[in-house]
């Protein structure tokens, strides 16, 4: 079967296209000139469709030698906090969010209590935002109308922040512990980290996911180490370290800020008063599950808003599948 192509009329077009497709042909070139530097022989983790992936590694560093971390049989409270942010819908002005935290308590080894926060609603418009205290420029609020997801983790921000100041505000000894790293650019602490009330209060920041489990070479080390061990990266105001609670668990990355205690000691307090299967804190596991929403939850949200509100729900289509179409069986 012939194929033929259609005559244009005369046009700059094509030729204008033809020097795009020249300029992104000398990034590439750029590109591979660099990544002969930056990326040939490199550990890679592949994507997985946007999912948290782990890397295991074989080899092992044998200059690095991982520091024990030795239970401090000493009771004292181990807060954990994690939030979640959906949304919840729109109007042609702004958007409507639902954020909620919850707080794992553990003490002793064991997860004794939870609180739970929310959900609370927030809306986002050219008028500012209601539902929480915060203070954005015109500049931020533009971001936040703009885009769901930034709006999203701010609202999280600003809620888990609120939450962490207050535990950290306590006359009792007490180590909280935040999902994610201190240092995020875009973290909850992105501006300034909050000062403890007692002495001995510590904020720690556990991260699952971090480029410094992947261009370690000390991961390797730690995960072969037997018991719980540890290995600082960087000492500054923020103190960066890998850290494995148990002999078969993964090494996750920390961050300690306020800690009056040496390191080890620390740990080992938090060794002690939380539990850690695969290595991970109960108490901040636990705070994760109660934080997050449901379906369920969804629909009780909107039925509560529709009620409250005297909202009209508008029809809506699926706008990708319509647009698009399909090609090769999928959109």
């Given at each position: 079967?012939?194929?033929?192509?259609?005559?244009?009329?005369?046009?700059?077009?094509?030729?204008?296209?033809?020097?795009?497709?020249?300029?992104?042909?000398?990034?590439?070139?750029?590109?591979?000139?660099?990544?002969?530097?930056?990326?040939?022989?490199?550990?890679?983790?592949?994507?997985?469709?946007?999912?948290?992936l782990y890397?295991?590694?074989?080899?092992?560093d044998a200059?690095?030698?991982?520091?024990?971390?030795?239970?401090?049989?000493?009771?004292?409270?181990?807060?954990?906090?994690?939030?979640?942010?959906?949304?919840?819908?729109?109007?042609?002005?702004?958007?409507?969010?639902?954020?909620?935290?919850?707080?794992?308590?553990?003490?002793?080894?064991?997860?004794?209590?939870?609180?739970?926060?929310?959900?609370?609603?927030?809306?986002?418009?050219?008028?500012?935002?209601?539902?929480?205290?915060?203070?954005?420029?015109?500049?931020?609020?533009?971001?936040?109308?703009?885009?769901?997801?930034?709006?999203?983790?701010?609202?999280?921000?600003?809620?888990?922040?609120?939450?962490?100041?207050?535990?950290?505000?306590?006359?009792?000894?007490?180590?909280?512990?935040?999902?994610?790293?201190?240092?995020?650019?875009?973290?909850?602490?992105?501006?300034?980290?909050?000062?403890?009330?007692?002495r001995n209060?510590?904020?720690?920041?556990?991260?699952?996911?971090?480029?410094?489990?992947?261009?370690?070479?000390?991961?390797?080390?730690?995960?072969?180490?037997?018991?719980?061990?540890?290995?600082?990266?960087?000492?500054?105001?923020?103190?960066?370290?890998?850290?494995?609670?148990?002999?078969?668990?993964?090494?996750?990355?920390?961050?300690?800020?306020?800690?009056?205690?040496?390191?080890?000691?620390?740990?080992?307090?938090?060794?002690?008063?939380?539990?850690?299967?695969?290595?991970?804190?109960?108490?901040?596991?636990?705070?994760?599950?109660?934080?997050?929403?449901?379906?369920?939850?969804?629909?009780?949200?909107?039925?509560?808003?529709?009620?409250?509100?005297?909202?009209?729900?508008?029809?809506?289509?699926?706008?990708?599948?319509?647009?698009?179409?399909?090609?090769?069986?999928?959109?």
């Amino acid at each position: 079967m012939a194929t033929t192509i259609r005559a244009l009329p005369e046009s700059d077009t094509i030729e204008l296209l033809d020097s795009v497709a020249q300029e992104l042909r000398q990034g590439y070139e750029e590109l591979a000139i660099s990544a002969e530097r930056e990326l040939s022989g490199r550990h890679f983790i592949f994507s997985r469709y946007g999912k948290e992936l782990y890397p295991y590694f074989e080899e092992v560093d044998a200059a690095v030698v991982p520091g024990c971390i030795f239970p401090i049989k000493e009771g004292r409270l181990v807060a954990s906090v994690d939030s979640s942010c959906v949304l919840v819908g729109e109007t042609s002005d702004g958007a409507l969010y639902a954020a909620r935290a919850a707080v794992g308590i553990s003490y002793e080894g064991m997860v004794r209590r939870f609180v739970r926060l929310g959900p609370v609603l927030v809306y986002v418009s050219r008028s500012g935002v209601t539902g929480i205290r915060a203070e954005v420029t015109s500049l931020e609020l533009d971001a936040l109308i703009s885009d769901h997801s930034v709006a999203e983790r701010a609202i999280r921000n600003k809620i888990e922040r609120r939450v962490i100041e207050s535990l950290l505000s306590s006359r009792d000894e007490v180590v909280v512990m935040a999902d994610g790293s201190l240092k995020h650019p875009f973290g909850q602490f992105s501006g300034s980290l909050p000062s403890p009330r007692a002495r001995n209060n510590c904020l720690i920041g556990f991260s699952k996911s971090s480029n410094l489990i992947l261009s370690e070479g000390a991961v390797g080390s730690l995960s072969r180490a037997r018991g719980a061990v540890y290995h600082v990266l960087d000492e500054g105001p923020v103190i960066t370290l890998l850290a494995k609670f148990c002999t078969d668990g993964l090494v996750f990355r920390l961050d300690l800020v306020n800690s009056k205690e040496e390191v080890p000691e620390m740990l080992g307090r938090v060794l002690w008063n939380d539990a850690f299967p695969a290595g991970y804190p109960e108490s901040l596991k636990l705070a994760h599950h109660l934080s997050v929403f449901t379906k369920a939850d969804g629909e009780a949200i909107k039925a509560l808003v529709t009620g409250r509100f005297r909202l009209r729900g508008v029809p809506t289509i699926t706008l990708r599948r319509i647009a698009l179409g399909g090609f090769n069986g999928g959109a």
